[in-house]
């Protein structure tokens, strides 16, 4: 299976990824493809995809924004939605979702360019925002520290245009706080 790529600078291999939702499935069989055609690459990923691709390293968002801090209530919200009924995708669903949303993915790469360019404290943006900032500088940090050519970067598909904008602009993000 040959997964859809954005080669930046000649290093990162950006792929934009479908995942597991709340209230989606991801067939087995594609997640076993996307792990098979990652395979001994180096790759650091989204938190979400790094429990089905075994040789990945992990961006630690959730550690970093504390996201893994929950109350009682989003307990029990997490209870409810993972007990109802997820819609099992099929392989053939996948790339006409990713179609339908393309729209919304290009118009808030767009509100993160403006942002960016707007904003000199990162601090006051969106949550969304500075994840998507701190995946490009956990990916170029990382790609420093392993003295790495080539690194696969794999993020959910709403993340991928901003993704390859700030690898393409790291002068915009580096030492910059979020």
């Known amino acids: 299976m040959e997964i859809p790529t954005q080669i930046v600078n000649g290093r990162f291999h950006v792929h934009g990824l479908f995942h597991d939702s709340l209230r989606t499935s991801l067939p087995i069989e594609y997640k076993k493809n996307v792990a098979r055609a990652l395979n001994r690459k180096?790759?650091?990923?989204?938190?979400?995809?790094?429990?089905?691709?075994l040789n990945s390293a992990s961006f630690n968002e959730r550690e970093y924004f504390e996201l893994n801090?929950?109350?009682?209530?989003?307990?029990?919200?997490?209870?409810?939605?993972n007990f109802r009924r997820k819609k099992q995708l099929t392989l053939e669903e996948i790339p006409e979702i990713i179609k339908q949303r393309e729209r919304c993915y290009t118009k808030r790469s767009g509100?993160?360019?403006?942002?960016?360019?707007?904003?000199?404290?990162?601090?006051?943006?969106p949550l969304s925002f500075r994840r998507y900032i701190f995946e490009a500088q956990e990916a170029i940090k990382y790609a420093e520290e392993k003295a790495l050519n080539e690194l696969h970067v794999v993020?959910?598909?709403?993340?991928?245009?901003s993704l390859v904008y700030l690898l393409n602009?790291?002068?915009?993000?580096q030492n910059r706080n979020i």
């Open 42 to 53: 180096d790759v650091i990923c989204e938190d979400g995809f790094s429990y089905w691709i």
């Open 69 to 81: 801090k929950v109350n009682l209530k989003d307990i029990a919200y997490f209870f409810y939605q």
């Open 111 to 125: 509100e993160l360019i403006e942002a960016i360019e707007n904003e000199s404290d990162l601090t006051q943006l």
């Open 155 to 161: 993020v959910g598909k709403a993340h991928e245009l």
């Open 169 to 173: 602009n790291p002068e915009k993000i």
